[in-house]
């Protein structure tokens, strides 16, 4: 208050933005999420923002949520690397109903959500975080998310013009599949996997939770 800027463009901005984020009334002064515990072998953590209300909300917590995880499997990692203990966990972080959070008008009003995914992506493997997209609307997700996306499995699709995009984005898969994705049936997938030669059609048993082909 004793040295404000003369120019007011360069803290008006700044001023600004946070009393947007005052009059959400989305923080408080309780306990922090520990992260630790969540990436225990064996922990399943369900973060649920169904009631959350505005985008924004959701997309701030979604950041702050792998911003968090990224920054305690870092850590783990360069412990590991120093010779400090054991191997980081495998984690696996689901964003469900990914459109909801990452389309094409999220991703313009919410950039930061993008770019935390999107270092997510390319710096979790080697740290042995992996990041799953699931979305039942793949068509509302722009291109520069499914390039993110190394291993697809596709379900019942019976849009064009969504298979057409996709088309557009997974590749190997030979027009015989793409024939088929709007017949399958309940279970069965066409899978693309990196370790894989080439794309194959799949049935899932839900009893032994694991992939057969299909012939």
């Known amino acids: 208050a004793t040295d404000v800027p003369t120019n007011a463009a360069s803290w008006g901005k700044v001023h600004s933005l946070l009393r947007r984020l005052f009059r959400l009334k989305v923080f408080d002064k309780g306990t922090p999420i520990k992260y630790a515990p969540m990436l225990e072998p064996g922990r399943v953590s369900v973060i649920d923002l169904s009631d959350a209300g505005l985008n924004i909300l959701s997309n701030i917590a979604v950041a702050d949520v792998l911003t968090g995880i990224q920054e305690e499997q870092d850590r783990k990692y360069r412990q590991f690397e120093a010779g400090k203990g054991g191997s980081p966990p495998r984690v696996l972080v689901i964003v469900e109903e990914a459109h909801e959070f990452l389309g094409a008008d999220r991703i313009a009003e919410s950039s930061h959500l993008f770019d935390q995914v999107a270092r997510l992506a390319k710096r979790g493997r080697k740290r042995w975080l992996s990041l799953a997209l699931v979305t039942q609307l793949p068509q509302h997700l722009p291109r520069q998310v499914l390039a993110m996306c190394n291993n ?37 997938a066409v899978v693309s996997f990196g ?10 048993d839900p009893a032994a939770s694991r992939l057969r082909m299909v012939d």
């Open 195 to 204: 370790h894989m030669t080439r794309p194959v059609l799949t049935s899932i």
């Open 152 to 188: 697809f499995i596709l379900h019942k699709l019976t849009d064009p013009h969504t298979i057409s995009t996709l088309r557009q984005t997974v590749a190997g898969v030979d027009d015989s599949l793409w024939s088929r994705l709007p017949g399958l049936a309940p279970g069965q």
